[in-house]
């Protein structure tokens, strides 16, 4: 799963891709800013290392987000083929806001989250746009030499789609059923993609209660509110500190600051929500991991994601919630007190559920 890093020029849109996924700052390909760089960034998770404190394996291994920097966006760019197949090919956006004030970094125009988000969706929509109209004028030339059901739901779709577009609403907003989704599935639209809006807001001494109240004071509430849309605050210098403190410093810098915990942390997992995506636990001694999949997900699936074999030879899921495992102390004292139990195929794993698969290969 991919989540693209979009936003206007000047905004800290790279910087924040580079400390999120330690990417070398001398990299000198950042000089062609059309280029697209691909890093990983480690899901934060107290849960895990709860349990790996528990356990002392010989390996921890988090989950992780893939992150795309594809460029400054805007009308020219999303005219470029290349541009256009890194955006479409990610799952998800991340669209960073410019929030601070800094006279040695230019801006066109005063300092606008609202307006930056309203420029850059509409962007998105237009090119989505002209996608449908090219598709749907070939759709109806099919149509006129032969009748087809599949080809007609698709027009169908395409209008309804286009007159949402029209309507200035992108369509991650559009409600589609299942079958909707599996027939746009390969346009791979931009507008439909869910959205994470992080404002980059500017030091200060306050700096907990700025972030907190980050959303409300500029505006961008009603835009985070909408149906696949999320929002949260960072500031970009203060996480460019952190990324060169050890742990121990880095809490000590945080606390001054009334933060539990850096912005990058919560924006990792707000992408992993937004997603749709959760975390299931096996833990041992040799390693203590989390594993990642799509909410809703049944057991015999998520046996599937450890390996492929253990869904196909699938008997039994022993379970227990994370913190119910570290309560009894151990596996053996939580089968005793009964909290560890037995699931079968069609169980819905939980996020937080720490699984042994018992199988048959």
Not at 55 to 69: F, G, I, M, N, Q
Not at 90 to 99: W, Y
Not at 238 to 252: C, I, N, P, R, T
């Amino acid at each position: 799963m991919k989540t693209g890093i979009i936003g206007l020029p000047q905004v800290g849109k790279s910087s924040l891709f580079r400390i999120l996924t330690k990417a070398d700052l001398s990299d000198q390909s950042y000089s062609n800013p059309r280029e697209a760089h691909l890093g990983v960034a480690k899901v934060p998770d107290d849960r895990l290392d709860k349990l790996a404190d528990l356990y002392h394996p010989k390996k921890l291994t988090h989950a992780s987000v893939e992150y795309v920097d594809v460029g400054a966006i805007g009308q020219e760019a999303l005219k470029e083929t290349s541009y256009l197949t890194h955006l479409r090919n990610v799952d998800a956006l991340i669209h960073v806001l410019r929030a601070f004030e800094d006279d040695s970094i230019p801006h066109v125009g005063p300092v606008d989250p609202v307006r930056d988000i309203r420029n850059v969706e509409f962007d998105l929509m237009v090119s989505d746009l002209g996608q449908i109209e090219k598709r749907q004028e070939r759709v109806e030339k099919d149509l006129k030499k032969m009748r087809s059901a599949d080809l007609e739901k698709e027009l169908e779709l395409l209008k309804r789609a286009k007159a949402h577009l029209e309507s200035e609403k992108p369509l991650r907003e559009l409600e589609m059923t299942a079958e909707d989704k599996k027939r746009f599935r390969g346009f791979m639209f931009l507008s439909e993609k869910p959205i994470l809006y992080v404002l980059n807001i500017g030091e200060s001494m306050e700096l907990g209660k700025e972030l907190e109240e980050s959303v409300e004071k500029y505006k961008i509430a009603e835009f985070a509110s909408r149906p696949n849309a999320g929002a949260t605050g960072i500031c970009g210098k203060v996480e460019a500190e952190l990324a060169e403190m050890s742990d121990a410093d880095a809490a000590e810098f945080l606390g001054s600051y009334g933060l539990k915990e850096s912005g990058l942390s919560r924006l990792i997992r707000k992408t992993y929500l937004l997603m749709g995506l959760i975390s299931f636990f096996t833990a041992g001694e040799d390693e203590c991991r989390a594993w990642t999949i799509p909410v809703n997900t049944r057991a015999v699936e998520g046996a599937g994601a450890i390996h492929t074999d253990l869904s196909k030879h699938f008997i039994r899921a022993e379970t227990i919630r994370w913190d119910q495992l570290l309560e009894a102390g151990s596996e053996a004292n939580a089968r005793a007190k009964g909290t560890l139990r037995l699931e079968g195929k069609e169980y819905i794993v939980q996020d937080g559920d720490v699984m042994h698969i018992r199988h048959s290969g």
